[in-house]
Nanobody, 121 residues
Framework: QVQLVESGGGLVQAGGSLRLSCAASGSIFAINAMGWYCQAPGKQRELVAA???????NYADSVEGRFTISRDNAKNTVYLQMNSLKPEDTAVYYCNANIIRTGSLYPYSYWGQGTQVTVSS
């Protein structure tokens, strides 16, 4: 089994910062891309930021320059540093990882349980 466990969400005032973490555990052979998605009420889940196993990153236009994604491959963990937060960043944030399980040939997409981020004005 593979699990993604997120932490770090919460309530913050506009202009503040939060750091999200997501740790993958279980029978993991390799982790390819990892990323963060967000879903606001009444909206579809959308990509916030992603990072490859080699460290290449991409960001949604709305967070470029404010958020930074990083990963620690030794700990199977991905982070999202969120600075200059805005009320419109309020959403549930989900971790995603493309993981090859031990004994498997193919990757599979796994999701965390989600963590709430609320930015007050």
């Amino acid at each position: 089994q593979v699990q993604l466990v997120e932490s770090g969400g919460g309530l913050v005032q506009a202009g503040g910062s939060l750091r999200l973490s997501c740790a993958a555990s279980g029978s993991i052979f390799a982790i390819n891309a990892m990323g963060w998605y967000c879903q606001a009420p009444g909206k579809q889940r959308e990509l916030v930021a992603a990072i490859t196993s080699g460290g290449s990153t991409n960001y949604a236009d709305s967070v470029e320059g404010r958020f930074t994604i990083s990963r620690d491959n030794a700990k199977n963990t991905v982070y999202l540093q969120m600075n200059s937060l805005k009320p419109e960043d309020t959403a549930v944030y989900y971790c995603n990882a493309n993981i090859i399980r031990t004994g498997s040939l193919y990757p599979y997409s796994y999701w965390g349980q989600g963590t709430q981020v609320t930015v007050s004005s």
